[in-house]
């Protein structure tokens, strides 16, 4: 797999997830516009009991990227497996609705027809996973499209019919089998191969290999169902929610790096890791200044109802920096492992390897952090004190359980890759930031003018925005030569031929 080219498929990715922001701010927006704060807290709500039945997912996909990245067919396999498991996550995912539902929190019909969501979802990510294997930035393709085709049918289906969380649920559907179109297209030759039980075997016997790490994302998303069933309330989840899909722009700047892992596999150069690393603090730096320096209009944006939230930006952005790094480092450390080429590696040696150990460690944060958060609702709910405050906690002990395992992540990929990085450009990237953001929010706060018509307020905005990307764009051109490296060669990859 040596003609993966790390550095295109990361800036595809990177101009795919930028692209993203946008549809995703407009399909958030008409979300937050039309549906109440408890329908938009319970859309949340419904994506972490969906996601609980994922669990099984990587069973299939895990294997499916690693096997065909080093040359095995296990495409069909994978495809016809997956869909089997789907069936699997929709029975557990209805057991799941009975149990829930019974706390009358959220309304039980709108978390059955959520069960739409599972099937598409299944197949969606073994598309993915095959493509990723061969041609990663195929998998932005369908992203996008799946992010582009939402905002027609969000429009018709949620602000125009009015049909709530049944509208974004059957928008989301749809969306979905765009994408899956897409993805076919590319993943079809992988797929039309020969059915081989051989590989069912080693992903059933191995099945912890994968699920395991995933039970990480499990338990850190749990927090919204705790806060939930201890405040008996989706209004703070609403507000939430509108926070983190604002600093979630910060987690695209990862894109740069979305090559990495595929290229390691195939057995790339560690030094690929260095080089990422800094593309990605490069984008990461303006992308958390933006999140910072637009907080409160972007939640106005939403719904004026979110304003009150801004407080809240100050511990996310720090909180999504901070986890991309830590999935950056893991994904390194696992591309490494060789382990699973070994067919006679046993259980020990699995035990042995950075595919248990690192989950571990991660599962150990996260239900620290569950604990901690339990804990602290259960004393201050009593109290009386307000959503916002309570969710200022939330977000306090979320940021102070990443820290420190992500500082312990990066001490492991030191020793393991030795990577040398430029601090001075770092530096450069940062202060440019604080720079050129500063300045957009001192504006902001003189000249823009808040007011609830969207249509008006919006392009005002966009205006402000621009400016911020132009001056740290053009200063770090200026004075820095990695960013001048960098534009020569994002030009000559366009020039390329694929």
Do not use: C
């Amino acid at each position: 797999m040596s003609n993966i080219r790390v550095t295109y498929t990361g800036l595809i990715s990177f101009v795919v997830g930028l692209s993203s922001v946008i549809t995703g701010f407009i399909f958030t927006l008409i979300l937050t516009r039309r549906l109440t704060p408890d329908e938009f807290g319970s859309w949340s709500l419904i994506g972490v009991l969906v996601g609980y039945v994922f669990v099984i997912n990587p069973i299939v996909n895990y294997w499916t990227t690693r096997e065909i990245a080093r040359g095995a067919e296990s495409g069909k396999t994978a495809f016809v497996t997956s869909n089997v498991f789907s069936v699997i996550a929709i029975v557990a995912y209805l057991i799941i609705v009975y149990f829930y539902g019974s706390e009358n929190i959220v309304n039980q019909d709108i978390l059955i027809i959520a069960t739409l969501l599972i099937p598409v979802e299944f197949l969606r990510t073994i598309l993915n996973s095959i493509t990723s294997s061969f041609k990663p930035q195929f998998v932005e393709y369908g992203f996008i499209a799946f992010e582009a085709s939402k905002i027609p049918v969000a429009l018709i289906l949620v602000y125009f019919l009015d049909m709530g969380l049944v509208g974004a649920i059957i928008t989301t559907v749809l969306a979905s089998l765009v994408s899956i179109a897409v993805l076919s297209t590319t993943s079809f030759g992988k797929i039309k191969g020969k059915f081989n039980s051989k590989y069912i075997k080693k992903w059933l016997k191995l099945f912890w290999v994968p699920t395991y790490p995933s039970i990480n994302n499990t338990i850190v998303d749990t927090d919204i169902v705790i806060f939930s069933l201890i405040t008996g309330s989706v209004t703070g989840i609403a507000y939430w929610g509108a926070v983190r899909a604002i600093a979630r722009t910060v987690r695209h700047s990862i894109k740069m790096n979305s090559a990495l892992y595929t290229k390691l596999l195939a057995g790339g150069k560690k030094e690929h890791l260095q080089e990422n690393l800094i593309k990605v603090l490069y984008f990461a730096f303006p992308l958390s200044a933006i999140s910072l320096a637009f907080a409160e209009p972007g939640l106005f944006a939403l719904n004026p109802l979110y304003r009150i939230a801004t407080s809240v930006m100050i511990f996310m952005v720090p909180i999504i920096f901070v986890r991309q790094l830590g999935y950056i480092f893991q994904v390194s450390l696992i591309g490494i492992e060789k382990v699973d080429i070994n067919e006679e590696s046993t259980f020990k040696d699995y035990l042995k390897s950075k595919m248990f150990y690192l989950p571990t460690l991660a599962i150990i944060q996260r239900v620290g952090y569950i604990a901690s958060l339990s804990i602290l609702l259960l004393l201050l709910v009593p109290t009386n004190i307000s959503e916002i405050e309570l969710i200022i906690y939330w977000a306090v002990i979320l940021l102070a359980s990443e820290i420190p395992f992500t500082i312990y992540l990066y001490l492991l990929v030191r020793k393991e890759f030795s990577p040398t990085i430029d601090y001075k450009s770092v530096i450069k990237y940062l202060f440019t930031s604080i720079l050129i953001f500063g300045l957009v929010y001192l504006l902001m706060e003189r000249y823009l003018i808040y007011t609830e018509r969207i249509f008006e307020f919006l392009p005002e905005l966009l205006g402000f925005l621009v400016l911020g990307i132009a001056g740290y764009l053009g200063i770090t051109y200026l004075i820095d030569s990695k960013t001048r490296f960098l534009f020569k060669a994002i030009s000559n990859e366009i020039r390329k031929n694929e």
